[in-house]
């Protein structure tokens, strides 16, 4: 392996290493990234000799200037000042990066590529930046070794050094050399990597953990998924089905062990009461502090954790941080995702219709349980008369005939949760699934959609039975959320997606509190993410191995550390009570002499080696390759000292070959025995040619030859 192209393969993968784990920070917007990126791969693959035109030369200088001012001048204009350093770091490694000129550019390129994996440790932290973290640790100790063996190459060449055999440094042959290093020398240098992630493990988990909010490096992520609205707006949904990005993965408590892959778990996030015709709104918007005690939270009534069904929920950041949660949760608690050192923890927001919002000072989502209801809960408090006013109130334009057909369709139906089932069976069956339907451009949509067009998406349907069953005197209300989940078989968890985003209703029903409806067709409103083939494997794998990443590294705080202790504790003391050893080192005393025997042993080693090994050094003999080299170089000297006599010295930069052609090149009568002597030369002291006596001897002879051919020059002058 040739010695320059493997060090600059190293050192390019640990600047794009570096450059990754800034960019998976999420403070580059797209296209900032898509620049870095396309001038990461331009620069890469930048000839090494257009980096020595001058164009190049000047960019290297004017280039990291003007990318500095126009950062500041965006400053000035009130952009954020992090996302810009972020930039400027990342533009900085780009211009290094096509602008380098030797091993103290690379030196550079490696110094940035430490600075960028620091500040995606600040920054970001994610399962993507692990990997680049393992990666730098493995490429890192080789690139600096090469690094530092290549400036020391080229700061004796500039000084004009000889090596150990008294020869000139020749840095272009050693570039392109094979002998320098080899794949033992890679693969014991990239295994310092193992010791160093050793140590780093240990400090990690030893030191003591405090918040982020500690550092003051909380901020707003522009990589927050987008939520649910105070407004729901017939013609203004997007094509939220089809988004794969993970909203929160769900937990259940009692967990078969061959679990369905798909579930309906139905996590409604806001309520809307009122009607416009075209949109849904609340009547109040008013929040209050939930009713908290410590980090439980009561909903219905307190927890009974000794009882009560549970559901784990992860939450992703979402904008608005609306908590997500069935309709029979009776309570919950806050599970903290770090214990913040300063700062305020996080608290809850009740709204009205059963809504609740977080307040957090890390925006890093929220994790929490879920308690369910029992069999034999209390009937809930029955509705007020202005209560029931506001559920069924309906748009003073609302058609005649979406009345009438609510009529028809509830038919001889006398129970208010009949009559739901019935306007639910008629919205399943008799209408299809559109996301992009045309009832959402007309003037009315509800009554496009019920007599035009018949097709449309989730808040079509919902809108429909809410209002129908308005017609027939019956409490209703919309409801947006997430339907369900696809069962993640590494991490045991069901992954709810930002497709699965939906609307459905809730009816009134006295004595029972408000039940849950879907009129959407069963096939649309179920979760729309694959579960079989080996794309859903990948996924479900990537997935769960950051779900652990984020819980157990970037989440790791002073509770799992307490957590982690005492486990350690426990088993050490479990093991002592059971091993015999203990039995023997049973007291301070014994296990004291244990280890000062121990001590004395590893210091009579430590002394017996350093005893020994001058000795063993004198006597052993010089290697017999060793001896060789130095014959053959001393041959080449004796060379070197014929062509200062014959007037043409080999100049330290120029390679011997290359030296011996030149002469052959200008005509010197003495050049065919020169080439000829240094291919002997070179044959010997870097391939397998061996000289004996003899061959040394008639090299010799035709040295001193030469040096005769002068004299006799000069004599006939």
């Known amino acids: 392996m040739r010695f320059g192209l493997v060090h600059r393969i190293m050192t390019d993968a640990l600047a794009a290493l570096g450059l990754f784990a800034l960019i998976t920070s999420g403070e580059l917007n797209r296209w900032v990234t898509v620049a870095i990126v396309l001038g990461l791969v331009a620069a890469l693959a930048l000839p090494d000799?257009?980096?020595?035109?001058?164009?190049?030369?000047?960019?290297?200088?004017?280039?990291?200037?003007?990318?500095?001012?126009?950062?500041?001048?965006?400053?000035?204009?009130?952009?954020?000042?992090?996302?810009?350093?972020?930039?400027?770091?990342?533009?900085?490694?780009?211009?290094?990066?096509?602008?380098?000129?030797?091993?103290?550019?690379?030196?550079?390129?490696?110094?940035?590529?430490?600075?960028?994996?620091?500040?995606?440790?600040?920054?970001?932290?994610?399962?993507?930046?692990?990997?680049?973290?393992?990666?730098?640790?493995?490429?890192?100790?080789?690139?600096?070794?090469?690094?530092?063996?290549?400036?020391?190459?080229?700061?004796?060449?500039?000084?004009?050094?000889?090596?150990?055999?008294?020869?000139?440094?020749?840095?272009?042959?050693?570039?392109?050399?094979?002998?320098?290093?080899?794949k033992q020398f890679l693969l014991f240098t990239c295994l310092l990597s193992v010791p160093i992630f050793l140590f780093t493990a240990v400090l990690f988990v030893m030191f003591p953990r405090v918040g982020l909010s500690l550092l003051l490096l909380n901020h707003g992520r522009p990589e927050r998924m987008i939520g649910f609205s105070d407004k729901v707006d017939l013609g203004g949904v997007g094509k939220l089905r089809s988004d794969p990005t993970i909203a929160m993965r769900v937990e259940p408590?009692?967990?078969?062990?061959?679990?369905?892959?798909?579930?309906?778990?139905?996590?409604?996030?806001?309520?809307?009461?009122?009607?416009?015709?075209?949109?849904?709104?609340?009547?109040?918007?008013?929040?209050?502090?939930?009713?908290?005690?410590?980090?439980?939270?009561?909903?219905?009534?307190?927890?009974?954790?000794?009882?009560?069904?549970?559901l784990t929920i992860d939450l992703e950041p979402i904008d608005p941080p609306v908590v997500f949660l069935p309709n029979d949760a009776v309570a919950m608690?806050?599970?903290?995702?770090?214990?913040?050192v300063i700062g305020q923890p996080?608290?809850?927001?009740?709204?009205?219709?059963?809504?609740?919002?977080?307040?957090?000072?890390?925006?890093?989502?929220?994790?929490?349980?879920?308690?369910?209801?029992?069999?034999?809960?209390?009937?809930?408090?029955?509705?007020?008369?202005?209560?029931?006013?506001?559920?069924?109130?309906?748009?003073?334009?609302?058609?005649?005939?979406?009345?009438?057909?609510?009529?028809?369709?509830t038919g001889s139906a006398t129970t208010p949760y009949a009559k739901a089932a019935a306007v639910e069976a008629r919205l399943r069956t008799e209408y299809r699934y559109d996301l992009e339907s045309p009832s959402g451009a007309d003037a009315n949509p509800l009554d496009h959609f019920l007599f035009e067009s018949k097709r449309g998406h989730c808040e079509f349907y919902s809108t429909a039975m809410a209002v129908l069953l308005r017609t027939q005197g019956i409490p209703t209300r919309n409801v947006t959320g997430f339907v369900g989940g696809t069962f993640n078989r590494f991490g045991r968890y069901y992954a709810v997606r930002q497709g699965d985003a939906h609307s459905?209703?809730?009816?009134?029903?006295?004595?029972?509190?408000?039940?849950?409806?879907?009129?959407?067709?069963?096939?649309?409103?179920?979760?729309?993410?694959?579960?079989?083939?080996?794309?859903?494997?990948?996924?479900?794998?990537?997935?769960?191995?950051?779900?652990?990443?984020?819980?157990?590294?970037?989440?790791?705080?002073?509770?799992?550390?307490?957590?982690?202790?005492?486990?350690?504790?426990?088993?050490?003391?479990?093991?002592?009570?059971?091993?015999?050893?203990?039995?023997?080192?049973?007291?301070?005393?014994?296990?004291?002499?244990?280890?000062?025997?121990?001590?004395?042993?590893?210091?009579?080693?430590?002394?017996?080696?350093?005893?020994?090994?001058?000795g063993e050094a004198q006597k052993s003999p010089k290697k017999a390759d060793?001896?060789?080299?130095?014959?053959?170089?001393?041959?080449?000297?004796?060379?070197?000292?014929?062509?200062?006599?014959?007037?043409?010295?080999?100049?330290?930069?120029?390679?011997?070959?290359?030296?011996?052609?030149?002469l052959e090149a200008l005509g010197h009568p003495a050049a065919a025995e020169v080439r000829a002597l240094t291919q002997i030369y070179i044959e010997a002291r870097f391939g397998d040619r061996q000289l004996d006596e003899a061959e040394r001897k008639t090299f010799n002879d035709r040295v001193r030859a030469l040096k005769q051919l002068r004299a006799e020059e000069q004599e006939a002058a």
Not at 62 to 72: K, N, R
Not at 153 to 168: F, H, I, K, M, S
Not at 333 to 340: E, P, T
Request: a positive charge.
């Open 49 to 182: 000799r257009w980096q020595d035109l001058r164009l190049v030369r000047h960019l290297g200088v004017i280039a990291p200037i003007g990318l500095l001012s126009l950062q500041i001048g965006r400053l000035g204009l009130g952009s954020p000042v992090l996302p810009l350093a972020v930039e400027f770091a990342a533009g900085l490694q780009v211009v290094r990066l096509a602008t380098r000129r030797g091993a103290a550019h690379d030196q550079q390129v490696v110094v940035l590529a430490l600075l960028h994996l620091i500040a995606g440790t600040v920054l970001g932290g994610g399962i993507t930046y692990g990997l680049c973290f393992l990666g730098f640790l493995i490429v890192a100790p080789g690139a600096l070794v090469l690094s530092h063996l290549r400036r020391e190459v080229e700061g004796n060449y500039r000084q004009g050094a000889r090596d150990r055999t008294g020869l000139p440094v020749d840095v272009p042959r050693i570039l392109r050399s094979r002998r320098v290093i080899g």
């Open 253 to 310: 408590s009692e967990l078969a062990q061959d679990p369905p892959l798909r579930v309906a778990l139905y996590l409604r996030g806001t309520a809307f009461d009122q009607y416009d015709g075209r949109t849904w709104s609340r009547t109040t918007t008013q929040r209050a502090p939930a009713d908290m005690n410590g980090s439980t939270v009561r909903i219905r009534r307190p927890p009974d954790p000794t009882s009560d069904r549970k």
């Open 333 to 340: 608690r806050l599970l903290g995702r770090g214990v913040a």
């Open 346 to 409: 996080t608290t809850l927001l009740a709204g009205p219709e059963g809504e609740f919002k977080y307040v957090s000072p890390e925006d890093r989502g929220l994790r929490y349980e879920v308690f369910l209801a029992g069999k034999n809960e209390p009937p809930p408090r029955p509705m007020s008369t202005a209560e029931r006013a506001r559920y069924l109130s309906l748009p003073a334009a609302l058609p005649s005939r979406i009345g009438e057909l609510a009529g028809k369709w």
């Open 504 to 614: 459905w209703v809730e009816v009134y029903v006295d004595g029972e509190g408000w039940r849950r409806f879907d009129p959407t067709p069963p096939s649309d409103a179920a979760p729309q993410s694959e579960i079989t083939g080996v794309l859903a494997f990948m996924r479900d794998f990537v997935e769960a191995a950051a779900q652990r990443w984020n819980r157990n590294v970037v989440g790791y705080d002073l509770k799992q550390q307490v957590s982690l202790f005492r486990t350690v504790r426990d088993r050490y003391a479990s093991l002592r009570e059971s091993s015999k050893v203990a039995s023997t080192l049973g007291t301070p005393r014994r296990a004291w002499l244990f280890v000062l025997g121990v001590a004395l042993i590893a210091l009579g080693g430590y002394w017996f080696r350093r005893t020994r090994r001058p």
């Open 626 to 662: 060793e001896l060789s080299a130095q014959r053959v170089v001393a041959l080449y000297r004796a060379l070197e000292s014929a062509l200062v006599v014959l007037g043409v010295p080999r100049p330290p930069s120029v390679p011997p070959l290359a030296h011996a052609l030149g």
